[in-house]
């Protein structure tokens, strides 16, 4: 179901309400959607399913996935989330995983936003430049 301009301009003024300090209030995002889903309204489907759309955007830009071949040391983790921290605002979850496919280096996402330092993908652009 696609959503009208109606529906996106509702939906976008709710996901605003639910932002206290430029981060989304889980509470206030609870009740906004529990208020719609029990409103009468024609469209509140709509109004939700881009309002989850909106929700889910929210939470990938505030999520990090740090990817290395091995165990990185404590202050390494600690930089390199100040680092992202600095670019992507405070609130960012950074989650910490060991592939050791990587070979070597680091691998970073940040909802769309992909670093990619390691020994695989060197080897891979050295490939693919042959």
């Known amino acids: 179901m696609q959503p009208n ?20 209030d889980e509470n206030r995002a609870r009740r906004a959607a529990r208020s719609v889903a029990t ?16 929700v889910r955007l929210d939470l990938a ?5 740090i ?3 091995t165990t990185l040391p ?3 983790r600690d930089e390199l989330v100040a ?9 960012l979850i950074a989650t910490f995983a060991e592939r050791p496919s990587l070979i070597g280096g680091v691998r ?3 909802g769309s936003d992909v670093f990619d330092g390691s020994v695989c993908a060197g080897l891979a652009a050295l490939q693919k430049s042959f």
């Open 5 to 24: 301009k109606q529906s996106k301009r509702e939906a976008k003024r709710l996901f605003r309400i639910c932002l206290v300090d430029d981060a989304l």
């Open 39 to 54: 409103g009468g309204t024609r469209d509140r489907f709509a109004v939700l399913a881009h309002f989850l759309r909106l």
């Open 61 to 65: 830009l505030r999520t990090a996935v």
């Open 67 to 69: 990817e290395s071949a």
């Open 74 to 76: 404590a202050d390494l």
């Open 83 to 91: 680092s992202l921290a600095r670019r992507y605002g405070p609130g």
């Open 108 to 110: 970073m996402q940040v």
